[in-house]
């Protein structure tokens, strides 16, 4: 689809708000980057810089300045806004009653940051053009931390445990490189039918192989099982396609059973036996702790971040005086924040995949299906992972989120401009 055929469905060809709708898009993109190549870590004279505050920054101004030159307002994608708002409405309250209210004032503010991101993304990218290059960057700029991943283990520096390799930031945990790479790969299986070229084709299996080989080397088992449950999403989402997605995502399974070394298939196969794995037992201890909280403190919780600091007082007493994060992330958004704030957190989250399912369905009557399908397996796959870890402030999934209101917003107008034009 041409870009001006998109911009007079999407309703919004004013050459000002155009132009900050490419400033707010560049943002978008440019802090992709920043969530996953990690520059500041690649080029250390930019860490006094700010640059992932700086780029979602220029998001915002590219969203106001839309806004302030004649675009609509900002948009949250309707009643979805409901559950946006009591969910972070509910972190900014909390450290009115937190166990711990200094970390509960930070997240607060991330929490605020990450409703940004979720806005801008689902008001600027009101194109399928733009919506693909958010995604892309997202996709590719996960081959940074992939490929240091991969090195890393090679080289056999700084493993947890000797063997589970990671990288730097937010990535030193194993889990949540192996996380991200999950959302990156999944884009990339369902993004992949836009290529026409065989070497495009080619590179993107390539960066699949590359990212799927640093998720084993991450020996996380909760990716694992993500990936193959979003995989399963994807084939599911693909309706008349979905004979070749299969194809696709059983050569990617193949691959992974060939090429995963021994000691992955030891360490997944403690999920049977969990009872004898300290780290199984651990979220379960983590599991039973948050049920406690949620028991006692059902309405606000401990506090946003406040779970670890509420573990002395509702860990159950065979859990010993080492404390966990949640590892569950509905579990920890009721513990930290109440059941209210989950209630609003899943509307949010089920309002978004009901409307990727709903276009996906549609198929090549709509412009944007095969992205729809992609981001409804790489959600779906970062919250299966995310009911065996747990991070609740997290930039990943909010892009995301607003990715998908931001599809849905335009395969709506899209259907709207197809019952005009007959």
Known sequence: MSGARAARISGFSDRG?????????????????????????LFPVLEPFRVGVVTAAVAGAGML???FLGGPFPTAG?????????????????????????????????????????VAASTLLTTPGRIRV??????????????YGLQNYL???????????????????????????????LLLLGLRSRLKSPMARLAA????????????????????????????????????????????????????AILAPDRFWNRTETILTYEEDASAMGRIYAWRTAENIIHRRPLTGVGASAFITAWASYAPGEAGPTPYV????????????????????????????????????????????????????????????QQFAGFMLSFFLFLLLGMATAVERYARAEAAWKERTL
């Open 17 to 41: 708000t155009q132009f900050a709708t490419q400033v707010g898009v560049l943002g978008l993109a440019s802090f992709a980057v920043t969530l996953y190549a990690l520059p500041h870590h």
């Open 65 to 67: 300045g839309r806004w």
């Open 78 to 118: 309707g009643l979805r806004a409901l559950g946006l708002l009591v969910f972070v409405a509910m972190a900014a309250l909390s450290p009115l009653w937190s166990v711990d209210p200094e970390a509960s004032r930070w997240a607060s503010g991330e929490a605020m940051k990450m409703a940004l991101i979720y």
């Open 134 to 147: 958010v995604a892309w960057t997202i996709a590719l700029s996960a081959c940074v931390p992939a490929w």
């Open 155 to 185: 080289e056999g520096t700084d493993l947890l445990e000797g063997y589970r390799t990671r990288w730097e930031g937010s990535f030193y945990d194993p889990n949540r490189l192996a996380m991200a790479l999950v959302i990156s790969i």
């Open 205 to 256: 299996l390539a960066a699949i192989a590359l990212q799927a080989t640093t998720i084993v080397l991450t020996y996380s088992r909760g990716a694992v099982l993500g990936l193959g449950l979003g995989a399963l999403f994807l084939v599911l989402a693909a309706g008349r396609s979905r004979g070749r997605a299969l194809v696709v995502v059983a050569s990617l399974a193949l691959g992974v």
């Open 326 to 385: 949640a590892h569950n992330l509905f579990l920890e958004v009721a513990a930290e924040l109440g059941l209210l704030a989950l209630a609003g957190f899943c509307f949010l989250i089920c309002a978004c995949m009901r409307g990727l399912l709903r276009v996906a369905r549609v198929g090549g009557n709509s412009a944007i299906s095969d992205e729809a399908k992609a981001l409804f397996a790489a959600i779906g796959g970062y919250l299966v992972c």
